[in-house]
């Protein structure tokens, strides 16, 4: 009986190690790219935020006036840099790549 119950808790801790690490693999297919664009007043934010997130791949869309800047958080195997550029060049905007940050687990930040 209590062999019984330390094979059930062995079985259940293995589980949720394998689910953990899942988790873990999504966020590391997770990268970050910042794009410097032409958008210049609120219309331009408000285009990119209601085409951008439609893209095939991304996750997030974050838009910086200021700094005229777009990032995007994207699923590497569904779309790249690339192609996000592309998406907002095809919405009226220049869009120039600043550099390609990856985001693993655990990063120092
Ligand atoms: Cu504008």
Redesign the pocket.
């Known amino acids: 009986m209590k062999k019984h119950l330390i094979i059930t808790t062995a079985l259940l801790l293995l589980f949720s190690a394998g689910s953990l690490s899942a988790q873990e693999k999504n966020k590391k297919e997770l990268s970050t790219v910042k794009f410097e664009t032409s ?3 609120e ?2 934010v408000n285009t990119i935020m209601k085409n951008l997130p439609f893209e095939k791949g991304v996750r997030d869309v974050k838009c910086d006036l200021a700094t005229k800047e777009v990032t995007v958080q994207y699923q590497k195997e569904k779309t790249d840099t690339g192609k996000l550029k592309r998406a907002i060049e095809k919405l009226g905007y220049t869009a120039t790549e600043k550099g390609e940050k990856q985001k693993p687990a655990g990063n120092k930040k």
């Open positions: 958008i210049d007043c219309n331009c």
